[in-house]
């Protein structure tokens, strides 16, 4: 009888397992390929144009219209995420536990960020390339194991 | 045997728990390369355009001329047991319009690499 309801029980929490998702997970997402410094050494100010930075770089995410001129954008984002559930291994201690819902028995550590790169060439009114410049903030992601760090 | 019997078992138990997932989605259609070699520079108007590509997904002001811009999303998403990895890659498309409502330039250069399928998240 007992061996039969252990039966019943594990069978009960693998069910729950599977429907609770994962305990531990690294996630990442990334849009786009990150341009490098190397990538943009072919640009001169003054002398290259539209045509030679799309020959070169394909074609940007976004365009841009300011009092001074055109503006190209290429975006590339990294996003990091860590997320344990501490909790997740009670119930195989604690079986009576199973009668507390999911959602009430959870302790999820979670953390991560958003990196963002964006590479800017900024033409003037005749395309020709007036200057360029990254705005990085690629330390910003990261797998964050412990939340309550600064 | 039983360390190989142990370690599949041990890799069905875990994929029971986490699973394994390839997906694939995609925003917005490609773009047909029939289409963009339909519109021709100083010939096609604005209305041609809009028939060909339809509304366009943004409508920019640049140095005079209107801008329409379309683009498209493919994402591939990977997970395998704890791990999870999602490649989103962009393209775009511009057709500059002029005053006159005619196309004036076409902005669509070498496409991009189509993501890969990882799950693998550490690493570049």
């Known amino acids: 009888m007992v061996t039969h309801r252990s039966a019943q029980l594990a069978l009960l929490l693998v069910l729950l397992l599977v429907a609770s998702g994962c305990p531990i997970r690294w996630q990442r997402v990334t849009l786009n390929h990150p341009i490098k410094s190397a990538d943009v050494a072919f640009i001169v100010p003054g002398q290259t144009t539209f045509t030679d930075v799309l020959q070169q770089l394909g074609v940007p995410d976004q365009l841009k219209d300011s009092k001074a001129g055109p503006i190209a954008q290429y975006d590339f984002l990294d996003v990091k995420q860590f997320k344990v559930d501490l909790l997740w291994g009670l119930p195989f201690v604690v079986p009576a536990l199973l009668v507390v819902p999911d959602s009430a028995r959870n302790f999820d550590l979670e953390g991560g960020g958003v990196g963002s790169d964006h590479f800017r060439v900024f033409f003037d009114s005749n395309w020709v390339t007036r200057y360029y410049a990254f705005e990085i903030h690629s330390k910003a992601t990261e797998f964050v194991l412990w939340p309550f760090k600064d | ?124």
């Open chain 2, 1 to 124: 045997m039983t360390r190989a019997r142990t370690m599949i078992a041990l890799a069905l138990s875990l994929s029971l728990l986490n699973g394994c997932a390839f997906v694939r989605g995609k925003y917005g259609d490609r773009f047909n390369p029939a289409d963009i070699d339909a519109i021709k520079k100083n010939v096609s108007t604005r209305s041609e355009v809009a028939a060909r590509l339809g509304a366009p997904d943004r409508i920019i002001e640049i140095n005079d001329h209107e801008v329409f811009q379309y683009y498209n999303y493919d994402v591939k998403w990977g997970t395998v047991l704890f791990f999870s990895r999602a490649n989103v890659q962009g393209q775009d498309l511009y057709v500059f319009i002029s005053g006159s409502g005619v196309v004036d330039d076409l902005v669509f250069g070498k496409a991009k690499p189509s993501p890969e399928f990882q799950f693998w998240p550490f690493g570049d």
